[in-house]
């Protein structure tokens, strides 16, 4: 699938002249990018929605309107982290936790850290420099963060970048359905979503995307 560079955001304002003894929710508990319905219930963020918002992002790091003399395209997880962090504050406002502790089965303490929690959506982020290895965003590579997302309670995403010109075929993104080993014992396991951004070819330019929902029987 082709990502086009000329994605539009729309923002919807909504007023309310007359407050109420009888509105449920507080200024201070509705953020800004709180999404709400006609009748005034929270809408929750969706998996499509993050992976919309990932999108913009990555192909934002090939407009040269926007990097100039940044060689944001380069840059390994460690690099871009702190400036997705940012991103999505941004985006979601108040609905984005960063570093958020998560049950981590086969480790001594028993828990890691998610990179992101959006509402209630865990987000797991890997990136592969133009440099680096091919396993950087292979299923081995991340089974720690596959593992941190099956025990998470609720929706789960893991977004890929890859800056290569060897990028990974449909059928190799394929081998995260080959989820690892939680170890012994009766765990509780939910299902994950993985979104794979790369390069499909350099001149022209043309960015490609994956998307996979991985079902846990």
């Not at 007023?15 to 449920?24: L, Q, S």
């Not at 609905?95 to 850290?113: A, D, I, M, Q, Y």
């Not at 720690?144 to 010109?165: I, P, R």
Request: glycine share 4%.
């Amino acid at each position: 699938m082709n990502i086009t560079n000329d994605l539009k955001i729309k923002f919807i304002l909504t007023y309310r002249p007359n407050k109420t003894k009888t509105d449920e929710l507080s200024d201070q508990q509705v953020s800004l990018r709180t999404k709400v319905d006609r009748k005034g219930n929270i809408v929750a963020t969706t998996i499509t929605e993050i992976t919309d918002c990932f999108e913009y992002f990555f192909s934002s790091l090939y407009r040269r309107e926007f990097v100039k003399t940044l060689r944001l395209n380069e840059c390994s997880e460690r690099e871009l982290l702190p400036l997705v962090r940012c991103y999505l504050l941004g985006w979601f406002a108040d609905n984005v936790s960063p570093e958020v502790k998560s049950r981590l089965p086969g480790t001594v303490s028993g828990h890691g850290f998610i990179d992101f929690v959006i509402d209630d959506v865990a987000v797991e982020f890997a990136v592969r420099k133009p440099t680096a290895a091919r396993s950087n965003v292979s299923a081995t590579v991340n089974s720690t963060e596959v593992k941190k997302l099956m025990k998470h309670d609720g929706k789960a995403l893991l977004v890929l970048f890859d800056f290569s010109d060897t990028p990974y075929s449909e059928e190799q993104i394929e081998s995260f359905r080959n989820w690892p080993s939680l170890g012994r014992g009766n765990h509780r396991k939910s299902a994950f979503n993985i979104v794979y951004f790369f390069v499909e070819k350099r001149r022209p330019l043309a960015l490609g995307k994956i998307t996979k929902n991985i079902r846990i029987s």
